[in-house]
């Protein structure tokens, strides 16, 4: 069990060093006494536990004390390193080594007292995520929902604030808050327990008979009223910085659903999608800019739908060379697409037209009829109509016979073939229509900035609107909207967050596709498919990929 | 399931794909014709100059090669492009610099240049290959039996992962390699200059690779290799680990790319944590040149890539009139990657094997 105990530890040493816990450390989850930082080392050393518990066949007692074991070798690694710096300065080598972290790691004690306490507190926390694991789920399940709820509280504070800000909720404000700074322990303990016992009631209810619901097509209609009304109230509520970060995950969602044509139904790994996104935005930059690039001065509203053609047609012609390429070839040369893109634009050779490196300038805001277009606030409610039509788009064409041809060359291509499905417009279609659905979101990005450049459209672009696809499920539309907001929306609010965002998006993407491949809100065929896959080989993979893991792990 | 194999009956039935094929071929054969023509018409450039490209491009192509050993190799063994690998390369190169430093500032870099060079290689080929075996354990192996999009989704999180878990740790700046005296300066070598820095990367990335040939070709670990890249569940009826084996290629190739890491390091002077996304391509560019799958083949391709790479943006845009060719040299090299991938996905080696796997 030492052996998770060194994983893990090797978890806590990687995450101190790489600066999450310190970055984390500047929030208070309990002001004054619990920072985000620490609560992350603490997660580490309950995984641990819960881990080697998990792995332990032995009796109750013996999978306790797998679980106290690694959380002491954990707390000792952690000790470790709090102690190697007393020896030599980290610092020449990891930035993040700083002596505000080790302040953190061994809390201002000498390095041997603070040894033995990190093994303390290890082996007690490590016990506590043993238990987890030994525990009944209907008992866990609600303490890990209160206890989301309470690091929810924390982490969005600032949001929280926000919508606390009217006078006559004072009283609840400087209940859950110190003024100018973190949540009080009986803010984050009342959050805790209202949401466990929520989360427990829940539960409990759940399978019991005689409960009152109103028959679904009401429901759907009464859920869609609230939606709307919650749409359209986010930005007045939140403000412009909210309304910002809610644009942005608006044109992710653009995105996300052009890309989801390609990749969840087609099946054709796109990654050089954001050419479309950049091919969107300048022709729209270059119609209607007022600058020295601008050539024809014309409205945004005449540019978007020339914007949206002309992606569409970049999406066909570039899909035409790729035609005959599969997998992960595939990938390759449309990243290589993407690039020739962004370098062409970016070159001074087409200087004279795209403006270079600078990029064109002076592209003014959309007006309607009178009404500019100027702030966050206004621009979030054309994202969100825009986001509307492309979904209901997508959606339609998901039933179509054209999204059922799709979803049959994603499985096989050869047998779609032998089915008289024609591949050349299929795929064309796909690539065309996929890419100017990111037109679209280009439109109103061009808008946004009031200028492009090609700085704005690098490959990281198209991993993250692969890797939201993906945490929201592959082919599901909800999917792609949750997951643009989960995977852009919280870490543009998680201010602190920034500079890891691509640390996690990467996880993210090994971690969803080893625990849970359809992602959060899969297409009910794929998670019927995906589930298969996985099943199937079960019988043959399990007994010998289990024991290599005991062996290696 | 080759792609070209697949091409065909698509192309035959509707003619404008083929059309707009060849229409891209001519476009791409016209430009470097009537680019050469006129930049050797213009006579901008000397004799010594142009070799000096060629010299150049063979140094960077060397590199190019070492990394594709990992991405060929790999390919060869499990049909999927650890897209990580570049990071792997430049996980090596980055945590060498460490070493490198100190032993810049105590001096004993230029007391002991070569013993200093080995053990940077030696560090960075350690550090590289520990990186290559934990991807390949952690993303890789529970995948082993998933449909093909799903680990090649866990390669481009593990490349992004690397990237910025390195920025974490050694920060986002760009950090000046040491210089080696005695790699300052040029080598008269058959009556050419050549820059020392640019001989010592091509005969490094040489050594490397005939020693890399030969343990694959020679060993009997190399041959075991070279069974279970051939038919894994018969390799495993042989008596052979194809677990171990697979670990071991993506040590080997993270060796060879943490190598060819220090010679990069020597040849551009620096590192940073995004380094290795560019040379990576390329070097799967090179991969896919030589035929992927083919060790050789990687090598000659690396080779080509950089030479073309270096020569082209004279050569071929400077006749075009073209303002900064050299801001161009990448689209050249993704040119040539998506041209390869389009017309012959089976490399310029790669015909034998390429039919075998079809």
Same mark, same amino acid.
């Given at each position: 069990?030492?052996?998770?105990?060194?994983?893990?530890?090797?978890?806590?040493?990687?995450?101190?060093?790489?600066?999450? /816990?310190?970055?984390?450390?500047?929030?208070?989850?309990?002001?004054?006494?619990?920072?985000?930082?620490?609560?992350?080392?603490?997660?580490?050393?309950?995984?641990?536990?819960?881990?080697?518990?998990?792995?332990?066949?032995?009796?109750?007692?013996?999978?306790?004390?797998?679980?106290?074991?690694?959380?002491?070798?954990?707390?000792?690694? /952690?000790?470790?390193?709090?102690?190697?710096?007393?020896?030599?300065?980290?610092?020449?080598?990891?930035?993040?080594?700083?002596?505000?972290?080790?302040?953190?790691?061994?809390?201002?004690?000498?390095?041997?007292?603070?040894?033995?306490?990190?093994?303390?507190?290890?082996?007690?926390?490590?016990?506590?995520?043993?238990?987890?694991?030994?525990?009944?789920?209907?008992?866990?399940?609600?303490?890990?929902?209160?206890?989301?709820?309470?690091?929810?509280?924390?982490?969005?504070?600032?949001?929280?604030?926000?919508?606390?800000?009217?006078?006559?909720?004072?009283?609840?404000?400087?209940?859950?808050?110190?003024?100018?700074?973190?949540?009080?322990?009986?803010?984050?303990?009342?959050?805790?327990?209202?949401?466990?016992?929520?989360?427990?009631?829940?539960?409990?209810?759940?399978?019991?008979?005689?409960?009152?619901?109103?028959?679904?097509?009401?429901?759907?209609?009464?859920?869609?009223?609230?939606?709307?009304?919650?749409?359209?109230?986010?930005?007045?509520?939140?403000?412009?910085?909210?309304?910002?970060?809610?644009?942005?995950?608006?044109?992710?969602?653009?995105?996300?659903?052009?890309?989801?044509?390609?990749?969840?139904?087609?099946?054709?790994?796109?990654?050089?999608?954001?050419?479309?996104?950049?091919?969107?935005?300048?022709?729209?930059?270059?119609?209607?800019?007022?600058?020295?690039?601008?050539?024809?001065?014309?409205?945004?509203?005449?540019?978007?739908?020339?914007?949206?053609?002309?992606?569409?047609?970049?999406?066909?012609?570039?899909?035409?060379?790729?035609?005959?390429?599969?997998?992960?070839?595939?990938?390759?040369?449309?990243?290589?697409?993407?690039?020739?893109?962004?370098?062409?634009?970016?070159?001074?050779?087409?200087?004279?037209?795209?403006?270079?490196?600078?990029?064109?300038?002076?592209?003014?805001?959309?007006?309607?009829?009178?009404?500019?277009?100027?702030?966050?606030?206004?621009?979030?409610?054309?994202?969100?109509?825009?986001?509307?039509?492309?979904?209901?788009?997508?959606?339609?064409?998901?039933?179509?016979?054209?999204?059922?041809?799709?979803?049959?060359?994603?499985?096989?291509?050869?047998?779609?073939?032998?089915?008289?499905?024609?591949?050349?417009?299929?795929?064309?279609l796909a690539y065309g229509l996929g890419a100017a659905f990111a037109g679209v979101g280009g439109a109103i990005f061009a808008v946004m900035v009031g200028s492009v450049f090609p700085h704005s459209f690098q490959l990281l672009i198209s991993i993250q609107v692969l890797a939201l696809i993906i945490v929201g499920?592959?082919?599901?539309?909800?999917?792609?909207?949750?997951?643009?907001?989960?995977?852009?929306?919280?870490?543009?609010?998680?201010?602190?967050?920034?500079?890891?965002?691509?640390?996690?998006?990467?996880?993210?993407?090994?971690?969803?596709?080893?625990?849970?491949?359809?992602?959060?809100?899969?297409?009910?065929?794929?998670?019927?498919?995906?589930?298969?896959?996985?099943?199937?080989?079960?019988?043959?993979?399990?007994?010998?990929?289990?024991?290599?893991?005991?062996?290696?792990? | 399931?080759?792609?070209?194999?697949?091409?065909?009956?698509?192309?035959?039935?509707?003619?404008?794909?083929?059309?707009?094929?060849?229409?891209?071929?001519?476009?791409?054969?016209?430009?470097?014709?009537?680019?050469?023509?006129?930049?050797?018409?213009?006579?901008?450039?000397?004799?010594? %100059?142009?070799?000096?490209?060629? !010299?150049?491009?063979?140094?960077?192509?060397?590199?190019?090669?070492?990394?594709?050993?990992?991405?060929?190799?790999?390919?060869?063994?499990?049909?999927?492009?650890?897209?990580?690998?570049?990071?792997?390369?430049?996980?090596?190169?980055?945590?060498?610099?460490?070493?490198?430093?100190?032993?810049?500032?105590?001096?004993?870099?230029? #007391?002991?240049?070569?013993?200093?060079?080995?053990?940077? !290689?030696?560090?960075?080929?350690?550090?590289?290959?520990? !990186?290559?075996?934990?991807?390949?354990?952690?993303?890789?192996?529970?995948? #082993?039996?998933?449909?093909?999009? !799903?680990?090649?989704?866990?390669?481009?999180?593990?490349?992004?992962?690397?990237?910025?878990?390195?920025?974490?740790?050694?920060?986002?700046?760009?950090?000046?390699?040491?210089?080696?005296?005695?790699?300052?300066?040029?080598? %008269?070598?058959?009556?050419?200059?050549?820059? #020392?820095? %640019?001989?010592?990367?091509?005969?490094?990335?040489?050594?490397?690779?005939?020693?890399?040939?030969?343990?694959?070709?020679?060993?009997?670990?190399?041959?075991?290799?070279?069974?279970?890249?051939?038919?894994?569940?018969?390799?495993?009826?042989?008596?052979?680990?194809?677990?171990?084996?697979?670990?071991?290629?993506?040590?080997?190739?993270?060796?060879?790319?943490?190598?060819?890491?220090?010679?990069?390091?020597?040849?551009?002077?620096?590192?940073?944590?995004?380094?290795?996304?560019?040379?990576?391509?390329k070097a799967f560019t090179s991969a896919v040149l030589g035929g992927i799958g083919n060790i050789p083949g990687a090598m000659l391709g690396g080779l080509f890539l950089g030479v073309v790479e270096s020569v082209g943006p004279a050569l071929f845009l400077d006749g075009l009139g073209i303002v900064a060719p050299? %801001?161009?040299?990448?689209?050249?090299?993704?040119?040539?990657?998506?041209?390869?991938?389009?017309? #012959?996905?089976?490399?310029?080696?790669?015909?034998?094997?390429?039919?075998?796997?079809?």
């Amino acid at each position: 069990m030492w052996r998770v105990g060194l994983v893990f530890g090797a978890v806590a040493w990687f995450v101190s060093l790489a600066g999450l /816990v310190e970055a984390l450390h500047g929030r208070w989850v309990v002001d004054g006494v619990l920072s985000a930082g620490q609560v992350l080392l603490l997660a580490v050393l309950l995984a641990s536990g819960w881990t080697a518990a998990r792995r332990s066949s032995a009796s109750l007692v013996g999978r306790l004390w797998a679980g106290l074991l690694a959380g002491a070798t954990v707390g000792f690694c /952690v000790g470790l390193l709090a102690w190697l710096r007393s020896l030599v300065d980290l610092r020449t080598m990891f930035v993040n080594a700083s002596p505000a972290l080790f302040q953190l790691l061994s809390g201002g004690r000498p390095a041997r007292v603070a040894w033995a306490a990190a093994v303390a507190v290890g082996a007690g926390v490590g016990l506590a995520g043993a238990a987890g694991a030994c525990a009944p789920a209907r008992a866990v399940r609600p303490l890990l929902v209160g206890a989301a709820a309470a690091l929810s509280l924390a982490l969005f504070q600032e949001l929280v604030l926000l919508v606390l800000q009217p006078e006559p909720l004072a009283p609840v404000r400087d209940w859950l808050f110190v003024a100018g700074g973190g949540p009080t322990a009986q803010g984050i303990a009342a959050v805790f327990a209202f949401s466990a016992a929520l989360a427990a009631l829940r539960q409990a209810s759940r399978g019991r008979a005689g409960r009152v619901a109103l028959p679904p097509r009401a429901q759907r209609v009464l859920w869609s009223v609230v939606g709307v009304l919650l749409l359209a109230a986010l930005p007045i509520a939140g403000g412009p910085f909210v309304a910002q970060v809610l644009v942005i995950v608006g044109l992710y969602t653009l995105m996300g659903l052009g890309l989801n044509l390609e990749v969840g139904l087609a099946g054709l790994l796109d990654l050089g999608f954001v050419a479309f996104f950049a091919i969107g935005a300048y022709t729209v930059g270059l119609l209607t800019s007022v600058g020295e690039h601008g050539i024809a001065h014309w409205s945004f509203w005449a540019a978007v739908p020339v914007a949206v053609l002309v992606s569409l047609i970049a999406g066909v012609i570039l899909g035409i060379p790729v035609l005959g390429i599969r997998g992960d070839y595939l990938a390759i040369a449309t990243l290589g697409f993407g690039e020739i893109v962004r370098l062409l634009v970016l070159s001074d050779a087409l200087r004279p037209w795209f403006g270079g490196s600078q990029g064109v300038l002076a592209i003014p805001k959309p007006v309607l009829a009178g009404f500019e277009f100027s702030g966050p606030q206004h621009l979030y409610y054309l994202t969100v109509v825009a986001s509307a039509v492309v979904a209901y788009v997508a959606w339609r064409l998901q039933d179509s016979r054209l999204g059922r041809a799709w979803m049959a060359i994603r499985e096989d291509e050869d047998v779609a073939e032998a089915l008289g499905i024609n591949l050349v417009s299929v795929k064309l279609l796909a690539y065309g229509l996929g890419a100017a659905f990111a037109g679209v979101g280009g439109a109103i990005f061009a808008v946004m900035v009031g200028s492009v450049f090609p700085h704005s459209f690098q490959l990281l672009i198209s991993i993250q609107v692969l890797a939201l696809i993906i945490v929201g499920g592959m082919g599901s539309i909800p999917g792609v909207i949750v997951g643009s907001a989960v995977l852009i929306g919280l870490p543009e609010l998680l201010r602190e967050f920034g500079e890891f965002r691509f640390l996690v998006y990467g996880a993210v993407l090994v971690a969803m596709m080893l625990l849970r491949p359809e992602g959060l809100l899969p297409a009910a065929a794929q998670r019927r498919e995906l589930r298969a896959v996985e099943e199937e080989p079960v019988e043959l993979a399990r007994t010998p990929v289990g024991a290599a893991t005991e062996g290696g792990a | 399931m080759a792609a070209g194999a697949l091409r065909r009956p698509v192309a035959r039935r509707l003619n404008f794909v083929d059309a707009f094929l060849w229409g891209f071929r001519l476009a791409v054969i016209v430009v470097v014709v009537w680019g050469t023509v006129g930049t050797l018409r213009l006579g901008r450039y000397t004799g010594e %100059q142009w070799v000096d490209f060629v !010299v150049f491009g063979l140094a960077q192509g060397g590199i190019y090669a070492l990394i594709a050993l990992g991405y060929t190799m790999v390919y060869g063994i499990l049909r999927m492009i650890n897209f990580a690998h570049g990071e792997v390369f430049m996980s090596g190169a980055y945590t060498a610099y460490f070493v490198a430093a100190p032993l810049a500032a105590s001096g004993f870099l230029d #007391r002991h240049p070569i013993l200093s060079l080995l053990l940077l !290689v030696a560090v960075a080929a350690a550090v590289s290959m520990g !990186v290559a075996v934990l991807v390949e354990r952690v993303a890789y192996r529970p995948l #082993r039996r998933a449909p093909r999009l !799903v680990p090649l989704i866990t390669a481009i999180g593990a490349s992004f992962f690397l990237q910025y878990a390195f920025r974490g740790l050694y920060g986002s700046g760009f950090k000046a390699y040491p210089e080696f005296q005695l790699f300052k300066g040029e080598w %008269q070598i058959l009556g050419i200059g050549v820059l #020392r820095t %640019q001989a010592v990367v091509l005969a490094s990335a040489a050594v490397l690779m005939f020693a890399l040939y030969q343990f694959v070709m020679r060993t009997k670990v190399g041959k075991a290799m070279r069974a279970v890249a051939e038919d894994k569940d018969a390799a495993a009826l042989m008596g052979i680990d194809v677990d171990r084996i697979i670990v071991l290629t993506f040590a080997i190739g993270g060796a060879a790319a943490g190598a060819a890491g220090i010679l990069y390091a020597l040849v551009f002077k620096q590192v940073h944590f995004f380094m290795g996304f560019v040379p990576g391509i390329k070097a799967f560019t090179s991969a896919v040149l030589g035929g992927i799958g083919n060790i050789p083949g990687a090598m000659l391709g690396g080779l080509f890539l950089g030479v073309v790479e270096s020569v082209g943006p004279a050569l071929f845009l400077d006749g075009l009139g073209i303002v900064a060719p050299y %801001q161009l040299k990448d689209v050249i090299a993704f040119t040539m990657l998506v041209m390869v991938l389009i017309f #012959r996905p089976q490399g310029i080696l790669g015909e034998r094997l390429a039919a075998k796997r079809a």
